[in-house]
C-alpha cells in the first residue's frame, strides 16, 4: 500500500470515530449507565457502534502497516495532525473526565478543596455530567492541572468553552511533543519520521488524547520539552534550570512524572552533583512553588491514593489479584488478594526504577541511555500501578517512540487500549472481569514464560547479553 492511501484510510477511520463521536459520544445528557449492549439498542446505536469498531480498525491499521512505509518526518507530522483535525470539531469522545476537570476547576474558584472534597460537595453546577463514581472521590491531579482547570472555566464561561479551551490547550501540549521527539530521536539513534509517526498518528491520540480531551497531554508536552532542553542545550546552566522547572510543572500536572526526574537528571551534563542541583533542584523548587501558590497545600500527594479504588483487570497486578481472589473465595468468602498483590507490584516498581536508573548510570553513553531509562521506567509504571486507563499507554509511547525502534509490543497494546473503550466513554472491560482477570493473568504467564526462554537461547555459553541487548528486549 502507498503512503498516500494509508494516509487516507487514517483519515476514513478518524471521520468514522469523530461521526460515532457526534451521535453517541460522552455527551453532557448521555445515559451514565449504558452498557455496550444498551447503547446498540438506542438511537443510532448499530451505526455508533459501527462507525466507532471500524473507524478504530482503519486508523489501527493505517498505523501500524505505516511504520515502514514512512517517506519523511514532515509526511509523517502533516498525516498525525490530519488524523486528529477531526476531533477538534465534536463533543467529548472516550470518556467523561473533561466533565470531572470543570467540576474540580469549579470547586477551585468556590475556595472548596478539592484533595478533601469530591465534586459532589459544592455541588458542581454540573455535577450530573460527572461520572458516579467520581462524585465523591477527591481529585488525584496536581495543583498546577487545578489551576488550569479554574482558567478554563473562567476563560471560557460554560461548559463549552472549557471544552474548547481545554482542546487548544491540548493541541498546545500536542505541538510541544512534536517539536521535541526529532531532536530525542536523533540523540537515541532514531529516525525522526518513525519517532513523529509511532508517537502522534496512533489511534490513541486524536480520539483520546484530543478527542476527551486529557490532561495527560499537558503533562507530556512540558516532560518532552524538558528533556528537549536537556539534550539540546547542556550544559548551560539556565538551560538546566528551565528543564528542571517545566519537569516541576509535569509533576504539578500528573504526579506520574516524577518517574522522569531522576532520568533527566542523568541526562544533564557532569558532574552528576551538579546536574542534581540544577535539574532536580529546580524540579523540586517549582513543584513546591506551584504548591504553595495555589493556596492548595500538599493535600494533592494523599488524594491520588483515591483512583486505586477502581478495581479493573487491565492492571497487571490488579488482574492477578483478582483472579487469585476468584481461587481463594472458593475457601473463604472474604478473601481479597487484590491490595497484597498491588502492594508487591509497587515493591517491584521501585526496584525496577532504582535499577533502570543504575543501569543508565553505568552505561557508556549515559544521556542516551537516561533517555531510553525514562522511558522504560514509564513502561514499568503503566505495567505495575494498581489502575491502567487505555491512554495511559501513551505515556510509555511517546518516549519509546523517539528512544528505540522495537516498539511493536507497546503499539499492539495501545490498539488493543483503544478498542476498550465505547464513545460515550463506558470501558468494555468492566462487563467482563470474569474471565477477563484469569485470561490476562494466564497471558502474562505466556509472557513471562516466553521472555525467560527467548533470554535463555540468547545467551552463548560462558557470556551474558549487554545492557543495550537486555533494554531492547524489555522495550519490546
Given amino acids: 500500500m502507498t503512503p498516500k492511501f494509508l494516509r487516507y484510510l487514517g483519515l ?35 451505526a455508533i457502534v459501527g462507525f466507532w469498531l471500524v473507524g478504530t480498525a482503519l486508523q489501527a ?57 469530591g465534586v459532589g460537595v459544592l455541588p458542581c453546577t454540573w455535577l450530573e455530567t460527572v461520572s458516579p463514581i467520581w462524585r465523591d472521590t477527591a481529585t488525584p491531579y496536581g495543583p498546577l492541572f487545578i489551576v488550569i482547570a479554574a482558567a478554563a472555566i473562567s476563560v471560557g464561561g460554560s461548559l463549552t468553552g472549557a471544552l474548547i479551551a481545554f482542546r487548544l490547550i491540548t493541541v498546545v501540549a500536542i505541538v510541544a511533543i512534536a517539536a521535541g521527539l526529532p531532536t530525542l530521536a536523533r540523540r537515541c539513534g532514531v529516525e525522526p519520521r518513525l519517532a513523529l509517526w509511532v508517537g502522534l498518528a496512533g489511534p490513541l491520540v486524536g480520539a483520546h488524547l484530543l478527542g476527551a480531551p486529557h490532561n495527560d497531554a499537558i503533562m507530556l508536552g512540558l516532560a518532552v520539552v524538558a528533556l528537549l532542553l536537556i539534550v539540546r542545550m547542556s550544559p548551560h546552566p539556565l ?22 526526574v531522576p532520568f533527566a537528571v542523568l541526562a544533564a551534563s557532569r558532574p552528576l552533583w551538579r546536574a542534581f542541583a540544577l535539574v532536580g533542584g529546580s524540579a523540586l523548587a517549582v513543584l513546591t512553588a506551584v504548591t504553595v501558590a495555589s493556596g492548595l497545600g500538599f493535600g494533592w500527594i494523599p488524594a491520588m ?8 483487570f487491565t492492571s497487571p497486578p490488579t488482574a492477578i489479584g483478582m483472579t487469585l481472589t476468584y481461587i481463594g473465595r472458593l475457601f473463604d468468602p472474604d478473601f481479597d488478594a487484590v491490595p497484597a498483590v498491588r502492594t508487591l507490584a509497587l515493591a517491584l516498581l521501585a526496584a525496577v526504577l532504582v535499577a533502570l536508573w543504575w543501569w ?7 544521556t542516551r541511555a537516561a533517555l531510553r531509562g525514562a522511558a522504560l521506567a514509564l513502561v514499568a509504571f503503566v505495567a ?14 511517546t518516549l519509546l517512540a523517539a528512544t528505540t525502534t522495537r516498539i511493536r509490543a507497546v503499539m499492539m497494546i495501545s490498539i488493543a487500549a483503544a478498542f476498550s473503550v465505547m464513545p460515550d466513554g463506558s470501558g468494555l472491560t468492566r462487563f467482563v472481569k470474569f474471565p477477563g ?37 524489555s522495550a519490546v
Fill in 12 to 46: 476514513a477511520g478518524s471521520v468514522l470515530l469523530a461521526t460515532a463521536g457526534w451521535l453517541g459520544g460522552a455527551l453532557p445528557a448521555a445515559d451514565l449507565a449504558a452498557t455496550p449492549v444498551s447503547i446498540a439498542r438506542g438511537s443510532y446505536g448499530p
Fill in 61 to 117: 491499521y493505517a498505523w501500524w502497516a505505516g511504520r515502514d512505509r514512512i517517506p519523511s518526518a514532515r509526511w509523517a507530522l502533516t498525516t498525525a495532525l490530519l488524523w486528529m483535525a477531526p476531533f477538534l470539531l465534536v463533543p467529548p469522545v472516550g470518556s467523561r473526565d473533561i466533565y470531572s476537570y470543570v467540576c474540580q476547576g469549579e470547586m477551585y474558584l468556590q475556595g472548596v478543596d478539592p484533595y478533601t472534597n
Fill in 239 to 260: 538551560a538546566l534550570l528551565m528543564a528542571g522547572a517545566l519537569l516541576g510543572l509535569a509533576v504539578a500536572v500528573k504526579a506520574t512524572a516524577v518517574v522522569i
Fill in 305 to 312: 491514593r483515591g483512583g486505586s479504588s477502581l478495581i479493573q
Fill in 360 to 366: 543508565a548510570y553505568r552505561n557508556p553513553d549515559p
Fill in 384 to 397: 505495575l500501578a494498581p489502575v491502567f486507563h487505555p491512554w495511559y499507554a501513551l505515556w510509555p509511547l
Fill in 437 to 473: 482477570a484469569p485470561i490476562v493473568t494466564l497471558l502474562l504467564i505466556a509472557l513471562l514464560v516466553t521472555a525467560v526462554r527467548r533470554s535463555g537461547a540468547r545467551k552463548s555459553p560462558g557470556s551474558s547479553p549487554g545492557p543495550d541487548a537486555s533494554l531492547n528486549r
